[in-house]
């Protein structure tokens, strides 16, 4: 380890840090659980995501990509959105149904992660 890791360890550490038993995925450093939880490498100068299994592994990278589908899934409530306006009454009830299925979706997804998100934290 560089001597102005170390440093910045024991200034981490000083100011309520604790020193963890993991170290940092990229650069080996010893990692610190900085007072709000996260783990954090002195070195990258960034915080780590601590992931425990290869099926954790997975999860994280499906929650990522879920992401994309919700973000998806919401341009096209408001495309739906704005072209009501110029429907006729039968046609609106059409786009209507469409959009009350996606924002099913949509809750679903967000549900996702907050579920993960909270389950980040606990694992911590
Ligand atoms: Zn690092």
Known sequence: MEKDVVKKIAQLVRA???LTSYTCPVCGTVLVRLKTG???CANC???VVLVKTEEEAQ???EVVQLREVRRIVFDK???LGREIEKLS???MIEHLRSMSLLLDIYERLSRIH???SK???KSF
């Open 59 to 61: 999860q994280a990278v």
């Open 89 to 91: 009454a039968p046609e």
């Open 114 to 116: 907050t579920e993960a």
């Open 16 to 18: 309520g840090a604790t």
């Open 45 to 47: 100068e960034r915080t």
């Open 38 to 40: 996260e783990l954090y």
């Open 77 to 79: 409530i408001l495309q």
């Open 119 to 121: 389950q980040q934290a």
